[in-house]
Structures are given as C-alpha cells and as structure tokens.
C-alpha cells in the first residue's frame, strides 16, 4: 500500500497536544508540550538515520513511541527507572533497539475501546423532508467538510469516514472491539430554506449508519468485533431519528447494545423526572441497562452548550431512582482549567497544594460518587476517552492521578477504557502509554492510590466492558486475543499493527482549527 503523502512531513508518533472530537474546543499547547514536539522531533530524526530508515518508517515503531516517553520524562522531570517511574523505561536499547523497544510495548491484552467515532460521508436523507434534493446536497456537503483532507484513494482513505475507520482502529491498533458512538442531536444551520433550519437528527453519523459500519466490521471479523449504541435526545419531536420513540427501533431493529447521550442538547438533566425519566422507563422495558453520558469538556464555542448541563450533579439523583441501570460518564466528568461554572476544573488547587490537573479536573464527579452508597456506587462508571490523553499529555503523572483518584472513587472494575478515536488517529500509542503507565510508590503513599497492577490494567483496557456489553469468551478468544479473520489478516499482511499506521489525528488541534472545522458556514 502506497503511504500517504502528508505522512512524510509528520516529525512525532504521535499528537504532544490536546485533539478535539468536535464537541470541545482545545486549548493552546503548553510550553512544555511545545517543547517536547521539538525534542522527539529531533531525537526521531536522528534515530531514523541511524536505522537507515526515513522519518515516517521510524516513527510508526515501537522504537519511536519509546523514544516520546523517554523525551516526557525528561521534560516533566519524572523518573525513567524505579519505584518512582510513571513510565518506566526498564532497559536503554528500548528506545535505541527496534526489537528492545517492541518487546516494552507489544503486550497482548483484550483491548475494548467504549467510545469511537466516525463521519458518514454519504448520510441518508429523508425523502419526507422539504426539498429533498437540496437538502441531500446540504447533508452532503456538511459531511464533506469534516473530511479534513482530500483524497479520491478508498484503498488508503484519507477521510474520517467508514474505510479508515476500520483501518486505523481494527488494522492499524491492537483494538479488539470497538463501541462506536453517534450524535443525537439536530444541528441549526441558519439560513437552509425549510422549516427549523435544522439537519436530520443524528448527524454527521445516524443510527442506521453506525449500524452499517458495525455489520461491515463484523462480517470481516466473523465475530463480534463492533458494537452500536442507540443515540438519543429526549426533547427532541417524536418521530425523529433519535427521540425516545426511536430507541425500540434502534435497539430491536439495528441492534444497539447501550444508550448514549448528550445532556446539552437542549440543555436537560438525567434526573428530570419529566424529560428523562420516560427515557429510562422505555429502555428499562427494552431490556436495556447501561446508559452512557458525555459528562465535562464543555463546548461553550458557539454559545449553545452551557457548562451546567455537563456537570455530575444529576447522578446521584439518577443512580438511586433506576438502580436497575448503570450510568456511566463519558470522559469522567473532566473540566479542562476554566471551564467549570464554580472553578471545580483542572486549575483547582485547595489548600496551597501545587496544581495537579489530573487530580481535580474532575473533582466534582468524584465527590458526587461519594455522596452516594457504596451499594449503588456498583452502577456508576467512568470512561476515559481523551481524558487520558489530555492529562497524559499535561504529564505522564496527570494521568497516573486522573487513574488513581477514579481507582479510589470506583475501584477497578467500574472505569472504561475509551479514546475517542477517530479522532486522535490510531488509538495504539494510546493503548501504549496506558499500558506503559504506573502509579509511583511515592504517590500511593502521599495520596493512598492502589498500585496499577497488570490485573488492573487488564480490566480497564477491555475485561469491564466486556462484562457491561456481554462480549463473551468466544469473541475474547482466551481474554487478548481475537479469531483470525479478514481484519487481523490485513495487519499481518502490512507487517504488524503498526507498520501501516498513519500517523495522522483527525480532529482539530487548536482554537483556529476548530472554527475552521467545525463553524464553517454552508453553501448550497
């Protein structure tokens, strides 16, 4: 497969700043990421030559992604070795030796990945709707412009859509299984001649659509490797893609395993006795358990999503009326700093103590779980979809705080692993950094964190959704590995999970990108 060419001009293996899904806008790179993009940017340089390969080759090796936490530590001054390392780096040829570096990072472990996204390049429209050929062209090209980059190349897409997908989450990483999520919401777009001024629901990726990828996926695999969930907004009009009267559809006919949905659509509550609870009634009767929830990473860009309505303070009310369910927050109720309405957000630091984004960002969902019994604290959960990487990348030891204070909160059977991908591209460095990962003795002993042993990690990375989405042994083969089929095939055939991987993140990488994005303006 011939490489992309925008590969050639990558210089790190992976983003050294925050990428946006679109429904937050990042913030600036730091100082200290800024610098340690020049420092990996030159050390990978210098590493390619040596191996007599270019840039892109090195970069896509275990070798590279070493050499990036080699270069974190140093720049956040953590230690590489010991009791105290947050990434340790047992041996010095894991960042010099290709095969030193794969035998650090090439683990086998059942990977669940509970939060995936993509775009559908060609949506279906509603032949009901006002002007149906006009507003099939406006559907389109709204889609078009997430594409990001242009290519007519469906062996090697260049596009967020199906194809790459696939590739960058079953080819291009060690992801068993993928949980892909949709928007329930209906865009205003101002101006479009038709009532309302508002797309489809569910757009840029409907129901139907998460269903077709989830199938095509499954068909390849021969096996349970994709799993959908219905997206719904309560205050939407009935007879819409993703109102409640949809979620029996949904969930009878394309197969949607859980609920997601976004608390700021129309701005609600999901212990609204009126708005919500008909919702968890009707899923309740559907047979339905887990409920997912965007919870933190306000989008305040556009003046349509306020930071209230992604705030925790609805769970405990939820958790002991539906004890039936499990509600788990999406991205674990992280506030990045200055984004909460009462500062309980990443810069929050009681007491004099030192600011540690990672241990307050989302102080708030933890003294919420808290308020609760221990006995329904059981059907809380928190996924950690670019929350982990946000605070990884503010420093490895964010990442070991955001982890230990959940661990506290929830215990190791009740936190999720996701990354939000496509987003941030090949979720593999991730999957390397998590498993890389430790919480240091010093800090289990300032602050109580349990150890992050390897059963710990096992169960985040893939074992707890498994049990949540009733992916049985057959489908984990023996727990880390997956059947042979068609997908697993590919990623022999280019010559490992990461010989092919694009180096590429999807999603906006900064204020300017984001607007450009995600506030342009159609034009029919």
Not at 234 to 244: E, H, N, Q, R, W
Not at 396 to 418: F, M, V, Y
Not at 475 to 494: H, M
Request: glycine letters at 8%; aromatic letters at 8%; one cysteine or more.
């Amino acid at each position: 497969m011939a490489r992309r060419p925008d590969d050639d001009h990558a210089t790190t293996p992976f983003p050294l700043a925050p990428i946006s899904n679109g429904e937050w806008v990042p913030g600036p790179p730091t100082e200290k990421q800024r610098l340690a993009a020049k420092l990996i940017a030159e050390e990978s340089a210098v590493q390619a030559r040596r191996h007599g390969m270019t840039r892109a080759q090195f970069l896509r090796t275990a070798a590279a992604t070493s050499t990036a936490f080699m270069v974190l530590n140093k720049v956040y001054g953590l230690d590489a070795w010991g009791d105290n390392a947050v990434l340790p780096l047992v041996k010095a040829d894991h960042c010099d030796d290709l095969d030193g570096a794969r035998e650090l990072l090439d683990r086998r472990n059942f990977v669940m990945d509970v939060q995936t996204h993509h775009i559908d390049l060609n949506p279906p429209v509603d032949p009901n709707l006002v002007a149906p050929p006009l507003l099939a062209t406006i559907i389109r090209t709204f889609c078009q412009t997430l594409r990001f980059v242009d290519s007519g190349d469906l062996m090697c897409p260049e596009v967020t859509g199906q194809l790459n997908f696939i590739k960058e989450m079953f080819v291009d990483s060690q992801t068993s299984v993928a949980v892909i999520s949709g928007l329930p919401e209906q865009l205003e777009i101002p101006g479009l001649p038709f009532a309302g001024s508002r797309l489809p629901s569910g757009l840029p990726l409907t129901p139907s659509s998460m269903a077709a990828t989830r199938d095509r996926v499954n068909e390849l695999a021969a096996s349970r490797r994709c799993i959908t969930q219905a997206m719904i907004d309560p205050k939407v009009a009935p007879g819409s893609a993703t109102a409640i009267d949809s979620l029996e559809h949904q969930v009878r006919d394309l197969g949607a395993a859980a609920i997601k949905c976004y608390t700021y659509n129309d701005n609600w509550r999901l212990d609204d006795e009126n708005v919500a609870y008909p919702l968890w009634e009707e899923a309740t009767r559907l047979g339905l358990t887990l409920v997912n929830v965007h919870k933190g990473l306000p989008l305040t860009a556009f003046g349509v999503q306020l930071p209230e309505y992604v705030r925790t303070t609805d769970f405990p009310k939820v958790v002991r009326d539906w004890p039936n369910l499990k509600f788990c927050a999406y991205h674990s109720g992280y506030f990045s700093r200055g984004d909460h309405p009462e500062g309980k957000d990443a810069g929050y630091h009681p007491d004099n103590e030192p600011e540690i984004p990672g241990r307050w960002g989302n102080v708030e969902f933890i003294e919420q779980i808290a308020s609760l019994p221990k006995r329904l604290r059981r059907n809380v959960y928190a996924e950690i979809g670019s929350t982990f990487a946000i605070t990884f990348l503010q420093g490895p030891d964010q990442a070991a705080h955001l982890l230990g204070r959940l661990l506290l909160a929830l215990g190791s059977k009740n936190i999720l692993w996701g990354t939000d991908s496509i987003w941030w591209g090949s979720p593999q460095w991730l999957i390397d950094a998590f498993n890389t990962l430790e919480i240091p003795a010093s800090m289990r002993e300032t602050y109580g964190y349990p150890r992050l042993t390897k059963k710990i990690k096992q169960r985040i990375l893939g074992l707890n959704a498994a049990r949540l989405y009733g992916v049985k042994k057959p489908d984990r083969r023996n727990l880390c590995t997956i059947p042979e089929d068609q997908l697993s095939q590919l990623q022999v055939a280019q010559g490992g999970f990461r010989a092919g991987r694009s180096l590429r993140a999807y999603g906006a990488r900064s204020r300017r990108e984001f607007f450009a994005m995600f506030g342009r303006k159609l034009r029919a």
